[in-house]
């Protein structure tokens, strides 16, 4: 009986490590988009077949999966916090899509974007200077970076969507992103 209490208790302290470490990387806690938007958003993040869409801290996968119920449209989800990460791993697998859907215990910001057409994430102030600048640099003209929430400093969305009673908003950007005036912008979008 004590070994089992000696397992659990090292292995509640090795969660607790991974979260530490996620947050003390990233700077972002782990945060869920409210599930009575995701349909929205889903309509939003929009793809068809041949579709790759990428969530930056995917958290337990289930918006990715929301956003990839049609047919043909791929997701890749990014995830730090190891508890967190077997939590969407689980929900993938358990819900059939390992073959569409595939989520990474790595740092978004160590992923390619070149293949990428929608980056959806849901995560704080303090990153998204560094959001905006990885995707503008490595995504595609024409494609989408989608953010609940929270403005990218000095771009100008290419529409906002209100959402729930709130109001939250959902900002939706186009690469290369338009700037603000007097805003400097290092990007070098794909062509």
């Known amino acids: ?37 995701l349909p929205k958003i889903a309509a939003e993040v929009g793809g068809g077949k041949g579709t790759t869409i990428v969530d930056a801290g995917c958290g337990d996968a289930r918006a990715l999966l929301a956003f990839c119920t049609t047919a043909g449209v791929r997701g890749r989800g990014y995830e730090l916090n190891g508890p967190v990460w077997l939590a969407g791993l689980a929900r993938v697998l358990f819900a059939g899509e390992a073959g569409r859907v595939k989520v990474y215990w790595k740092n978004f910001f160590r992923c390619e974007l070149e293949d990428v057409d929608v980056v959806y994430c849901h995560l704080m102030p303090a990153v998204m200077a560094r959001i905006g600048a ?3 640099e490595e995504m595609r003209a024409g494609t989408r970076l989608l953010s609940y929430l929270w403005e990218v400093p000095g771009w100008i969305p290419l529409k906002t969507v209100k959402l729930g009673s ?23 979008p794909k062509t």
């Open 1 to 37: 009986m004590w070994l089992l209490v000696v397992i659990l208790i090292v292995v509640a302290f090795l969660a607790l490590l991974s979260s530490l470490y996620a947050l003390a990387v990233t700077g972002v806690p782990v945060v869920r988009t409210p599930a009575e938007f």
């Open 166 to 188: 709130r109001q939250d908003p959902l900002f939706v950007y186009e690469i290369p992103p338009r700037c603000q005036e007097n805003v400097p912008l290092d990007y070098r």
């Open 134 to 136: 990885k995707c503008s």
